[in-house]
């Protein structure tokens, strides 16, 4: 996999200056999947090792055994192995995608991009005689301190925050380092930063990671998994299934319209997630542009800050303390509970369903499902996705809570925080992938649907007692009631009931056609339209192969 900071969604038209990333940045970003490879080292003082292979005549197996002993001091490089997360550990390779945008090397690269791009509106701002408009040179020389961002920039901006002890200030006495040398940038480097308060740079930083985040990982993440059960969907539409309501038998439908309803539920709240708009202040220390006006009185800065948010892809908020106010991030990570919350509800009905016998799992060679039980295969795919869902919902709950408060006009609580934004998406991702790996493994077991409709004939006691009603058959409900309610039910036993009936010949010949399997009502239908009823809510053909 290339881990690639990708311009997908600052289109031409809202951020021109993005232009084609060079090879150097691409081998840059690449090392970002091995950041957390590194080899891993165990650095032991004052230990001694004895290690000792025996063998046990009974068992013909051997064990080995550490002896450790003396005072021990440990110092673990991170790798997969010391990582305190599980997302940098047992399950990076499965969410790496995100670390370009979420991470702290993305952090710093969406930085170094706000700063740069606002030292060249500055330029384009008549009444700021001291930055003439830049030479195409100098443009070019700028731009490519973005399109060249690397892993070694990233550390060096690092070592001098270790200096500052400002993760913000860090980037600007970065960026005059790459300049001073450049003749024409060099005579306006105290104009990098010029005005900013750290958050005009975080905020715009924050909202950028997210929104590439998103298109790039996350809605392509969710748009698989809602096409793989609007696959399911079609492809057992006409596979009939007992319901069961509070647990019992229920009117029979088809396994492909119960995953339909899923495909669709997920459609909307994702098409609600792509609705937020990620937004962005840029009006200094307290939000009034004080700075700014005391400096250059006669420019409209609110109108150049609006400019300036706007051709970053994003949208403008005028009303702020030196914070952005986070309300735009609370929306989206509770419409992220929302679209997880359904997930949970399929990866438990899907495990009902395992459990039922109605699926089979594919296995694999050499997998192990108990350590103990040789028989078993476990639905751990969707138990997992259910677990991480779990850690994404507390992560996003806290952030969509804790982050649109901050005392009067600002306090640093929220800096910490935002450095988890990560944590709640890369559990979400975790999970679409599980709940995707899961579906891959099933194999429907139609014997096992039809016995259960087989033995389940009580439930044409519905459409019975309707029929009668239409056609005034006194206490109809009554009737069926006496006969079905904790009473064995057969095939028999119904026809005789309907033949007893007096009914118009039509309505009773359509009655005692009717068996489990068939009694499904629009069910097949509902399954066979899902794509179009998905494609609708979108708004467009965002599932290519479902049609």
Request: glycine share 6%; hydrophobic share 40%; with cysteine.
């Amino acid at each position: 996999m290339e881990a690639r900071v990708s311009y997908g969604v600052l289109t031409k038209n809202q951020a021109p200056f993005l232009s084609r990333l060079q090879p150097r940045t691409l081998q840059s970003l690449r090392n970002i999947s091995n950041l957390y490879n590194t080899k891993q080292t165990h650095q032991f003082s004052n230990a001694s090792f004895q290690l000792s292979t025996t063998f046990s005549s009974k068992s013909h197996g051997f064990r080995q055994v550490i002896n450790m002993s003396g005072d021990i001091s440990c110092e673990f490089e991170l790798s997969t192995l010391t990582a305190l997360s599980p997302l940098d550990g047992r399950y990076w390779g499965k969410v790496k995608d995100l670390a370009p945008y979420m991470s702290e090397y993305g952090l710093i690269y969406f930085r170094i991009l706000v700063e740069i791009k606002w030292l060249l509106k500055l330029s384009q701002i008549p009444e700021v005689l001291e930055v003439p408009g830049f030479s195409a040179e100098a443009q070019s020389y700028l731009q490519g301190l973005i399109d060249g961002f690397s892993i070694d920039d990233a550390l060096e901006v690092k070592r001098i925050e270790r200096v500052t002890n400002h993760d913000v200030k860090a980037v600007e006495y970065f960026l005059k380092q790459k300049c001073q040398s450049h003749p024409e940038i060099a005579k306006v480097l105290e104009f990098f930063h010029f005005a900013c308060t750290s958050e005009d740079i975080n905020n715009l930083a924050h909202a950028l990671m997210l929104k590439e985040a998103m298109t790039k990982v996350m809605f392509p993440s969710m748009d698989k998994l809602i096409e793989a059960i609007c696959n399911m969907a079609k492809a057992n539409a006409s596979i009939s299934m007992l319901s069961r309501t509070h647990g019992q038998p229920a009117s029979p439908t088809t396994l492909g319209k119960e995953m339909a309803i899923f495909a669709v539920r997920l459609s909307r709240e994702r098409q609600e997630i792509s609705q937020v708009e990620m937004m962005g202040k840029f009006a200094g220390a307290v939000g009034n542009y004080n700075a700014h006006l005391v400096a250059y009185p006669n420019i409209k800065w609110p109108q150049i800050a609006e400019e300036f948010v706007n051709s970053l892809g994003l949208k403008f908020n005028p009303y702020v303390t030196q914070i952005e106010t986070h309300d735009y991030m609370a929306k989206l990570y509770y419409a992220f509970i929302r679209f997880n919350n359904i997930l949970i509800d399929f990866d438990r009905d899907i495990w009902g369903y395992i459990s039922l016998g109605y699926f089979k799992q594919i296995t694999k060679a050499g997998e192990i499902g108990s350590s103990t039980m040789p028989h078993k295969v476990n639905p751990i795919d969707f138990e997992n996705s259910e677990g991480n869902i779990g850690k994404a919902n507390e992560d996003l709950s806290y952030l969509s809570m804790k982050l649109p408060i901050s005392r009067w006009q600002r306090d640093l609580t929220d800096s910490t925080v935002l450095r988890n934004m990560g944590g709640g998406l890369g559990h979400s991702l975790l999970a679409y992938k599980s709940a995707l790996q899961g579906i891959g493994k099933l194999q429907v077991n139609e014997a096992r649907l039809s016995e259960d409709l087989n033995q389940t004939w009580e439930v044409l006691a519905e459409p019975i007692q309707t029929v009668m009603r239409r056609y005034g058959v006194p206490e109809p409900y009554e009737k069926l009631k006496e006969l079905t309610r904790g009473r064995a039910v057969t095939k028999e036993s119904i026809r005789e009931f309907i033949e007893g009936l007096e009914l118009p010949k039509e309505a009773k010949t359509q009655l005692l056609k009717l068996t489990p399997h068939s009694y499904v009502g629009a069910a097949v239908e509902l399954a066979m339209t899902v794509d179009s009823t998905v494609n609708m809510i979108n708004g467009t053909k965002v599932l290519e192969t479902c049609n």
